[in-house]
């Protein structure tokens, strides 16, 4: 089964954009995470927030979480069309132990 | 320091016929993840290593999947038959174990089953 949900499914925006991507997920978690894959390669970790944590950084990428809302965005700043890839949010959650649990995923396309 | 590498990359096989993928995971890494993703959708996790000790296979459907790790390095997926069905991207990924840090992810191997 899955924990989270993506929204959009898909985003197609123009090179310098910004791009943001939403995660819905249904129970109390651990920690989120964002992976980046590209067409046909293997997942990239990009950005953790731990549950005690609202928002965090790492170069052009901005994550926020609302654990009251079970929700989560990644917002990427001044896109590129290296960016185009699908991203999915996974959570850590508590009943799990430790299982890592990906949502269906944002198709991004970024043109140039 | 190599990542995590599977094998084989692809994999076409007929129906009812058996298959196997094997993964070598980042060294010193205690946990170890099998995933299985269908095209356009999320990667669904089917069983999660910690050491040799498989703590949650509750995904892997068991008539037909099976999974081992030995000596808690090198872990092999096994379906056997296979079935139509089963055509996917099998990924395997490794953590160190705490359950704060990210998981690196071998490139996958691609299953088509005619």
């Known amino acids: 089964s899955q924990q989270g949900e993506e929204d959009p499914q898909a985003l197609s925006i123009q090179e310098g954009e910004n791009a943001t991507m939403n995660c819905s997920y249904k129970?109390?978690?651990?920690?989120l995470q964002w992976y980046r894959q590209n067409s046909g390669r293997g997942l990239v970790h990009l950005i953790l927030?731990?549950?005690?944590?609202r928002e965090k950084h790492s170069g052009r990428l901005r994550v926020t979480l609302d654990t009251s809302k079970k929700s989560s965005s990644l917002l990427i700043t001044a896109s590129r069309a290296a960016d185009t890839a699908s991203y999915f949010c996974?959570?850590?959650?508590?009943?799990?132990?430790?299982?890592?649990?990906f949502g269906k995923g944002t198709k991004l396309s970024v043109k140039p | 320091e190599a990542g995590v590498v599977q094998s084989p990359r692809y994999k076409i096989i007929e129906k009812k016929q058996p298959v196997a993928f094997w993964c070598n995971p980042i060294?010193?890494?205690?946990?170890l993840y099998w995933y299985r993703q269908n095209l356009g959708q999320g990667p669904e996790l089917l069983i999660r290593y910690e050491n040799e000790e498989a703590v949650d296979d509750s995904q892997l459907p068991k008539d037909r999947f099976s999974a081992e790790r030995l000596k808690g390095v090198d872990s092999t997926l096994k379906i056997q038959p296979a079935e139509l069905g089963d055509s996917a991207v099998y990924l395997c990924?490794?953590?160190?174990?705490?359950?704060?840090?990210?998981?690196?992810f071998g490139q996958g191997t691609r299953l088509t089953v005619v």
């Open positions: 996974a959570t850590v959650y508590g009943g799990s132990q430790g299982n890592l649990i």
């Open positions: 990924a490794s953590s160190t174990g705490q359950y704060w840090t990210e998981a690196f």
């Open positions: 129970t109390s978690i651990n920690n």
């Open positions: 927030i731990r549950s005690n944590e």
């Open positions: 060294s010193g890494h205690n946990t």
